[in-house]
Nanobody, 127 residues
Framework: QVQLVESGGGLVQAGGSLRLSCAASGRTFSPYAMGWFRQAPGKEREFVASITWNGGNTLYADSVKGRFAISRDNAKNTAYLQMNSLKPEDTAVYYC????????????????????WGQGTQVTVSS
């Protein structure tokens, strides 16, 4: 079993930055990819970014490209999401997720590709 715990959320003004962390624990952790998703009230969960664990390949949603950066520290079993130039529309609960099996890379945008999820961390961007 794998446990994912997010941290780093909070309240920030528009234009500000936050760094989210996702720490994994449990069984020997060697996922194929880690992803970040977000869900705003009344909206579906949407893809934000993903990174392969061993190759470092990344993929971003168009809405965050150039502002957010996903990274990972294999030694610490931790994934990160650096969020810069935050906008009010970035307000949501942010979730990290782990995909244990190799999948076609573009399909990592789909929540169903992930096996484990964290509990989420709230990010609120004020205007």
């Amino acid at each position: 079993q794998v446990q994912l715990v997010e941290s780093g959320g909070g309240l920030v003004q528009a234009g500000g930055s936050l760094r989210l962390s996702c720490a994994a624990s449990g069984r020997t952790f060697s996922p194929y990819a880690m992803g970040w998703f977000r869900q705003a009230p009344g909206k579906e969960r949407e893809f934000v970014a993903s990174i392969t664990w061993n190759g470092g390949n990344t993929l971003y949603a168009d809405s965050v490209k150039g502002r957010f950066a996903i990274s990972r520290d294999n030694a610490k079993n931790t994934a990160y999401l650096q969020m810069n130039s935050l906008k009010p529309e970035d307000t949501a609960v942010y979730y990290c997720a782990a995909s244990l099996s190799r999948v076609d890379w573009p399909t990592v945008r789909a929540p169903r590709r992930y096996d484990y999820w964290g509990q989420g961390t709230q990010v609120t961007v004020s205007s």
